[in-house]
């Protein structure tokens, strides 16, 4: 049965039907509205380009945006602590002893390509984030994945009941064959499927998949784009020609966007920090090193970065309000950061510290005004160190192979359990101290935060909220958990 394109089989007009009639008995919404329609286009942003098409490697706010839209995962995250079953078609059911879980996948799902979600597809896409250093530890518990028909059987090496919540990554979505999908034109499952993905042109185009088994999006369109010049993305849509933007509603103080607009703000889940390369290897290794470029920096500086966004500075990791963050010093420690480089240099033998280079997203354009900052704290201890902007590839390759001495990049948590983001911040320099911990069963949340705070594998700046500006006539705009627009369910209503 042909499912490609924009060919309609009688099984995809049945399935369209059928979801129209089910949003039919949806409740009235706001301003009488009887149901949400069908149709439209929306052009918004990313907040950045996409270092990756990848949900293994998704990191980023961008990242994150594009896998919910055009992946899914057997899980996702519903009320925080209770995953609901997505691809899977229940809850893992569990073996007396605890050591093996059964996940049956849901029938009727197909990829944007026309081919059905199997079980197979499942078994090596989780196989291939099992191999993943940087993910190793999102499948600590497993030992073994197997499948057996559609049913997918994971034998364990400890009873463990927070699997699902595990599934639920996005990280963890399901791919074609478990292959890495092409940078060009990705393919999952999700509600919209790439038509165009243009990393010269900046801009994502994405179609409404028609029969995703969530239910068809409401838009038949989204053009997503992304810009490197300040003030690019608040003028377009202050000029009408944007449906929504994380960058202001206007490019100058007292102008006013063509259409009346409302706002939404998240919680404050993404975290910017301060990562370490390999170029100057036993150096940038070096934990008192690292400990000597978090005493430097002048947090209280980092208030007014952004866009109007609510920003907390911070040297741990913990949400806003967290007793984490209880006591937590902004103030720059020059003098201890200064005595703790004279033990490094002595340590490690050096006659004096090498130049050091910073690099930027050019595209992640607040990025720029943080290393600033960060330059200016570190020249204030006597560190010499210069400002690289480069496009997202290129700093992802040379994030990867540890080509560089220090870069900016956000983490966006990846759930809304506090042990899940200590995990994947731990074990983003391939540490496997992480995945042997919860391999073990080891589930104490303060047993991370020390790790963390000893092996400082990067540098925790601030976390920022995420807030976007849209159209009034753009109902049912909500962000999810991870501050990413959950744009399947908007959709056009004029007043």
């Known amino acids: 049965m042909a499912r490609v394109g924009s060919l309609k089989t009688p099984w995809r007009s049945l399935t369209v039907a059928f979801a129209a009639i089910l949003v039919m008995l949806v409740p009235d919404r706001s301003h009488g509205e009887a149901r949400p329609p069908f149709g439209g286009k929306v052009v918004g942003s990313l907040s950045s380009a996409p270092s990756s098409v990848d949900p293994l490697f998704a990191r980023s706010h961008a990242e994150l945006t594009l896998v919910t839209l055009v992946f899914d995962s057997l899980y996702r995250e519903g009320v925080p602590g209770s995953p609901e079953p997505h691809l899977a078609a229940a809850l893992p059911t569990f073996s007396a002893d605890g050591l093996e879980a059964r996940v049956l996948l849901k029938v009727g799902v197909y990829f944007h390509d026309g081919r059905p979600v199997r079980a ?134 007292g102008h006013s966007p063509k259409h009346p607009t409302s706002s939404v703000e998240g919680e404050a889940v993404l975290l910017a920090y301060l990562g370490f390369g390999k170029r ?87 990025d720029a005004d943080v290393a600033a900052r960060v330059l200016s704290s570190l020249d204030r201890i006597g560190l010499n160190v210069v400002i690289r902007s480069v496009e997202p590839p290129e700093l992802a390759r040379r994030v990867a192979a540890g080509d560089c001495d220090l870069y900016v990049s956000q983490l966006v948590s990846p759930s809304r359990d506090p042990l899940h983001e200590r995990a994947m911040a731990l074990s983003m320099t391939g540490d496997p101290w992480a995945a042997s911990r919860l391999r073990k069963g080891d589930l104490a949340l303060a047993t991370y935060t020390h790790a963390f705070l000893e092996r400082l594998p990067i540098v925790p700046i601030y976390y920022r909220t995420v807030r976007v500006h849209f159209r009034k006539a753009l109902r049912g705009f909500t962000l999810d958990g991870n501050g990413t627009p959950e744009l399947a369910g908007v959709y056009w209503w004029e007043d």
Do not use: C
Request: hydrophobic residues 45%.
């Open 120 to 253: 197979i597809d499942a078994l090596w896409s989780l196989r291939r984030a099992a191999k993943a250093r940087e993910m190793e530890w999102a499948l600590a518990p497993v030992k073994g994945i197997t499948r057996d028909g559609e049913t997918i059987v994971f034998s364990l090496h400890r009873p463990a009941p927070e699997l699902a919540s595990l599934l639920a990554l996005p990280q963890l979505a399901i791919t074609p064959a478990g292959r890495p999908p092409k940078a060009s034109a990705p393919v999952g499952s999700g509600p919209f499927r790439v038509r165009r993905l243009a990393f010269e042109g900046r801009r994502l185009e994405l179609v409404a998949s028609e029969d995703h088994f969530g239910g068809r999006p409401f838009v038949d369109e989204i053009l997503l784009r992304w810009f490197d010049r300040e003030g690019d993305e608040a003028r377009a849509y202050e000029a009408g020609e944007a449906d929504f933007s994380f960058r202001g509603a206007v490019a100058f103080a």
């Open 280 to 366: 100057h290897g036993g150096l940038l290794a070096d934990r008192d090193f690292r400990r000597a470029v978090s005493l430097a920096l002048n947090r209280g500086s980092f208030r007014h970065v952004g866009a109007g966004e609510r920003v907390i500075p911070t040297s741990v990791l913990g949400p806003p309000g967290s007793k984490e963050q209880a006591g937590v010093t902004l103030v720059a420690q020059p003098e201890a950061a200064r005595a703790t480089l004279r033990q490094v240099q002595s340590r490690l033998r050096l006659k004096a510290m090498p130049p050091l280079e910073i690099m930027v997203d050019r595209t992640r354009l607040d």
